[in-house]
């Protein structure tokens, strides 16, 4: 699976991402709209993590798909 796909199956997926990062509230997933840049940066932003970090842990997520 690549970045596309995650993006035009977004609305399946929210399930796994708000299982995955509890903090993200449901605005939160419509704003990120299955954008990668936008998931890190909430991530950066709710968790209070280094992008780096937040980058980490999305590919994490994105390799157990």
Not at 25 to 40: K, N, P, Q
């Amino acid at each position: 699976m690549n970045w596309d796909q995650i993006e035009g199956k977004w609305k399946q997926l929210r399930g796994s991402v708000k299982q995955q990062w509890g903090k993200l509230t449901d605005d939160d997933l419509d704003r990120i709209d299955g954008s990668r840049d936008r998931l890190v940066g909430k991530l950066q932003e709710a968790y209070g993590v280094e992008r780096e970090e937040a980058d980490r842990q999305v590919s994490a997520w994105f390799d157990r798909l």
